[in-house]
């Protein structure tokens, strides 16, 4: 897809803190739908103004799914780079998309395959809910192998480092 890369990162590497940290300079458009590359997946939301982005937070704080949250741009991005996904086709813009996102705040129904972060973003602004990675990993079986590796690394990484207290669960969606 068609994306243009921003720099919402610090120079120093994440630190487990790095994910709450509340601290970002750049002027996006309300409505826009915002993607940061993770290990094996990209993870979605929308951009809300004042520094904030609404998404499904699915496995993104813990080993639990969580729901759709508002949270500083910092805290979505997680040290990652940001990039807005251009979606000329978009039924909903503007604060449109943005009262749309906000109306399923609280809702704690995430499905990796059928209601994950894509698909949120997708009915925020084109009214239907769709992921592009679910149909890529359905469509090529290699693709989502190598997605499963990535995600199954991730979870085991960070437990490891969750039990002797060092870090907070990876970023999952």
Not at 139 to 152: E, F, G, K, S
Request: one cysteine or more; proline letters at 5%; aromatic letters at 6%.
């Amino acid at each position: 897809m068609n994306t243009q890369m921003l720099d919402a990162r610090d120079d120093d590497p994440p630190s487990a803190a790095a994910c709450d940290t509340a601290s970002s300079t750049i002027d996006l458009p309300i409505g826009s739908h915002l993607v940061t590359q993770r290990n094996g997946y990209e993870h979605h939301g929308i951009y809300v103004g004042n520094g904030r982005v609404v998404h499904y937070a699915g496995f993104a704080g813990s080993a639990h799914r969580g729901p759709v949250e508002e949270v500083e741009l910092a805290r979505f991005a997680c040290g990652h780079p940001l990039s807005i996904r251009p979606t000329p086709s978009a039924i909903y813009v503007g604060a449109e998309a943005v009262n749309r996102a906000r109306s399923r705040l609280g809702e704690n129904r995430y499905r990796l395959l059928t209601n994950n972060c894509e698909h949120f973003c997708a009915w925020c602004l084109l009214g239907e809910s769709r992921s592009e990675q679910v149909h890529c990993c359905l469509r090529h079986p290699r693709t989502a192998m190598r997605a499963l590796l990535c995600l199954v690394k991730a979870f085991v990484e960070t437990g490891t480092r969750n039990e002797h207290g060092v870090a907070r669960l990876a970023q999952v969606a």
